[in-house]
């Protein structure tokens, strides 16, 4: 009877680890495209944080100026971050040269940004945000280079850079 019952224990935790084995790395890239840590901070929090030009890009889905951002002519290598909460959005072997005088990327990290469709300008653009704390970059357009066709239209005052 015992000798059953141990059996039977050896073949059931036998599965659980095989079991565990085969979620986990499901549970992984889960936890990845959903940053469970998600920012909620009130309008005041938000202007206390950032300057009033970052605080009308990333809040307000404002514009900036083109060719006015400095990180538009970077080529160092590094990450950029999410200037509101410091969450890492691109990498710079993302970014090339579009000539649109915003920061342009032809893709971004895994799960570091969401898309919602806007009206603005009437014409429906696909705007995108940073996953963490839903402060706006820019908008993704269908006309970027090989290999995924894209152009990440980001604004400058929206990013920080960290080199390597
Ligand atoms: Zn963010």
Not at 70 to 93: I, M, T, Y
Not at 111 to 134: A, M, N, Q
Request: proline share 5%.
């Amino acid at each position: 009877m015992n000798q059953f019952l141990s059996r039977r224990s050896f073949i059931l935790i036998l599965t659980m680890s095989l079991l565990k084995i085969i979620f986990k790395p499901i549970q992984v890239l889960a936890s990845s495209d959903t940053p469970q840590d998600k920012w909620k901070l009130s309008k005041d929090e938000w202007k206390s944080r950032l300057s009033p030009e970052s605080y009308y890009i990333l809040r307000e889905e404002g514009t900036e100026r083109a060719f006015s951002s400095q990180l538009n002519n970077e080529k160092r290598k590094g990450v950029f971050h999410c200037a509101g909460c410091d969450f890492p959005l691109f990498l710079s072997d993302q970014k090339y040269d579009s000539g649109t005088g915003w920061p342009s990327f032809w893709d971004s990290i895994k799960g570091s940004v969401e898309t919602k469709v806007d009206f603005k300008l009437i014409v429906p653009r696909t705007e995108y945000h940073c996953s963490r704390c839903g402060g706006h970059q820019g908008h993704v357009f269908n006309d970027g280079p090989l290999p995924t066709g894209k152009r990440f239209c980001n604004n400058g005052l929206a990013l920080r850079f960290v080199p390597d």
